[in-house]
């Protein structure tokens, strides 16, 4: 949420660990639209957030033996999908911003919402 320009897409990652088969669709439509030319930011907060953490995202895997939801993450990266975290969901899950695997930005849901709010669409996974 570094420029101005309000993102065409927004996903809140609700979705974690506890339900693995859920997630790759989330970020397959993300790295579709960013794919599309469109900007979108991924929002991780609740259970979502434990995925942020060192080594969680390579750990969990939607099917047994296929890829780990770390590749999706990647991939939807890759067409530079933004991915932000809640901060207040860090500590919701017992974790500071020494547990992410990575450098992101964190926002409070108040700090958030003005640009999550003024996406074209938002989408709650």
Do not use: H
Not at 23 to 33: D, K, R
């Amino acid at each position: 949420m570094a420029d101005n320009q309000a993102p065409d897409l927004v996903i809140i990652l609700i979705t974690g660990p506890e339900n693995p088969k859920r997630l790759p669709s989330a970020f397959f439509l993300a790295s579709t639209a960013a794919a599309m030319e469109q900007k979108v930011v991924m929002y991780f907060t609740g259970p979502a957030t434990e995925l942020l953490a060192k080594g969680k995202a390579e750990s969990v895997f939607p099917m047994p033996g296929g890829k780990s939801v770390a590749d999706f993450m990647k991939l939807a990266e890759d067409n530079d999908v933004q991915i932000i975290g809640c901060l207040q969901s860090l500590e919701l899950n017992g974790m500071t911003k020494d547990d992410l695997a990575k450098e992101i930005p964190l926002l409070n849901p108040s700090a958030a919402m003005p640009t999550l709010g003024a996406a074209g669409r938002v989408l709650t996974w």
